[in-house]
């Protein structure tokens, strides 16, 4: 039942910065996990942070983009840095669980926050 809000996603230039952030309708003390999806291509889970404020991301965004959460405002936060043309998709921020070292995603889903970036 937790509502979520993406938003700060936009158009910018190769090697140029976004921040994303996903509002929280209920309680914020979850792990949760920010999703992309280009055109055509699978889903691929860019980063997550874990209950305790562990934070993992994927090989293609590490050292570029970084996860928290805004416990004062309720916000789970992506930070994107020195963004690729390959960062371009629809980035969708989740709330779930962590069964071992895999992320397991709540199934409802909002309407995310579209990234395109140009060379």
Same mark, same amino acid.
């Given at each position: 039942?937790?509502? *979520?809000?993406?938003?700060? +996603?936009?158009?910018?230039? !190769?090697?140029?910065?976004?921040?994303?952030?996903?509002?929280?309708?209920?309680?914020?003390?979850?792990?949760?996990?920010?999703?992309?999806? !280009?055109?055509?291509?699978?889903?691929?889970?860019?980063?997550?942070?874990?209950?305790? +404020?562990?934070?993992? @991301? !994927?090989?293609?965004?590490?050292?570029?983009?970084?996860?928290?959460?805004?416990? !004062?405002?309720?916000?789970?936060? *992506?930070?994107?840095?020195? *963004?690729?043309?390959?960062?371009?998709?629809? @980035?969708?921020?989740?709330?779930?669980?962590?069964?071992?070292?895999? @992320?397991?995603?709540?199934?409802?889903?909002?309407?995310?926050?579209?990234?395109?970036?140009?060379?």
């Amino acid at each position: 039942q937790v509502q *979520l809000m993406e938003s700060g +996603g936009g158009s910018v230039q !190769a090697g140029e910065s976004l921040t994303l952030s996903c509002g929280v309708s209920g309680s914020i003390f979850t792990a949760a996990g920010w999703i992309r999806q !280009a055109p055509g291509d699978q889903r691929e889970l860019v980063a997550t942070i874990s209950r305790d +404020g562990t934070t993992n @991301y !994927a090989d293609s965004v590490k050292g570029r983009f970084s996860i928290s959460r805004d416990n !004062a405002k309720n916000t789970i936060d *992506l930070r994107m840095s020195s *963004l690729q043309p390959e960062d371009t998709g629809v @980035y969708h921020c989740t709330v779930g669980t962590f069964i071992g070292a895999t @992320y397991h995603p709540n199934e409802s889903w909002g309407q995310g926050t579209q990234v395109t970036v140009s060379s």
